[in-house]
C-alpha cells in the first residue's frame, strides 16, 4: 500500500545546531502536512504545502515541497531546547474524496543539548 | 479553539474484555478518526467517520470497532481486548475539504 517513509528515526544536536528531516512517499501526494508532538503530549498541525515545489517559513523553520510532489523536508535553523519532541509528515492521497485521509511517517525524535 | 477531549488518559484492562475509548470534539467537525501510535510506526489509522452513524476502515480495523450516533461523538471499540491492543490511542477531528487534522490528548491502554 501507499507509504510515507521518514528520515532519520532519530537525531539529537547540541542546542545552535541545524536539524532537518525528511519525507518520501511512494505515490505522488495532493499535499503534505507537519505535525509536531511535544514530549507527553498530542500532535499539532504545523503546516501544510500544497503547490509543486513549495517553500514556506515560520521563523526558524523551512519547510519544502519537492518538485514532483513526493518529497518534503523541515529544517530547524540554530536548534533550541522547545524545538524537542517527534516531528511527523503527513500526507493526503489523491482521490482519497472529502475524508482528509492522511498517511503519516513514522516520525523523526529530535533531542537538543544545552 | 478546537477542542478534542478523550474519556481516558490512562487506561489497564485485561485479556477478553470489552473496551470503550471515548471521544468528543466541540467544532462541529464533520470528519472524526481514530489513531493508535506505537514507537518506530507513527500514526496509523483505524477507522473514520465522515459523517454520522457513516464509518470506513483505515488502515488496521481488525480487532476494532466505531460508533458515531452523534455528530461530536466518536467511539472505538476493542470487542475482546488482546495484549497487541496495548498502545496509544489518538483520536482527531477535522473538517471536510480542510486537511489540517485536531488531535486530542491520547489514551494509553494497556491489556494485560
Known amino acids: 500500500g501507499q507509504q510515507v517513509m521518514q528520515i532519520p528515526q532519530y537525531q539529537h544536536v547540541q542546542e545552535g545546531e541545524d536539524f532537518t528531516t525528511y519525507c518520501n512517499s511512494s505515490?505522488?501526494?495532493?499535499?503534505i502536512q507537519w505535525y509536531k508532538q511535544r514530549p507527553g503530549g498530542h500532535p499539532v498541525f504545523l503546516i501544510q504545502?500544497?503547490?509543486?515545489?513549495e517553500v514556506k517559513k515560520q521563523k526558524r523553520l523551512t519547510f519544502q515541497f519537492g518538485e514532483a510532489k513526493k518529497n518534503s523536508s523541515l529544517h530547524i535553523t540554530a536548534t533550541q531546547t522547545t524545538d524537542v519532541g517527534t516531528y511527523f509528515c503527513?500526507?493526503?492521497?489523491?482521490?482519497?474524496?472529502?475524508?482528509?485521509?492522511?498517511?503519516f511517517g513514522a516520525g523523526t525524535r529530535l533531542a537538543v543539548h544545552p | 479553539d478546537v477542542k478534542v477531549t478523550q474519556s481516558s488518559r490512562y487506561l489497564v484492562k485485561r485479556t477478553g474484555e470489552k473496551v470503550f475509548l471515548e471521544c468528543v470534539q466541540d467544532?462541529?467537525?464533520?470528519?472524526m478518526f481514530w489513531y493508535r501510535q506505537d514507537p518506530g510506526l507513527g500514526l496509523r489509522l483505524i477507522y473514520f467517520s465522515y459523517d454520522v452513524k457513516m464509518k470506513e476502515k483505515g488502515d488496521i480495523p481488525e480487532g476494532y470497532s466505531v460508533s458515531r450516533e452523534k455528530k461530536e461523538r466518536f467511539s472505538l471499540i476493542l470487542e475482546s481486548a488482546s495484549t497487541n491492543q496495548t498502545s496509544m490511542y489518538l483520536c482527531?477531528?477535522?473538517?471536510?475539504?480542510?486537511?489540517?487534522?485536531?488531535f486530542g490528548p491520547g489514551t494509553r491502554l494497556t491489556v494485560t
Open positions: 467544532m462541529d467537525h464533520e470528519n
Open positions: 505515490t505522488t501526494l495532493s499535499n
Open positions: 503527513a500526507g493526503r492521497l489523491p482521490f482519497s474524496g472529502g475524508y482528509n485521509k492522511l498517511i
Open positions: 504545502l500544497v503547490k509543486s515545489g
Open positions: 482527531a477531528s477535522s473538517l471536510p475539504g480542510l486537511d489540517e487534522q485536531y
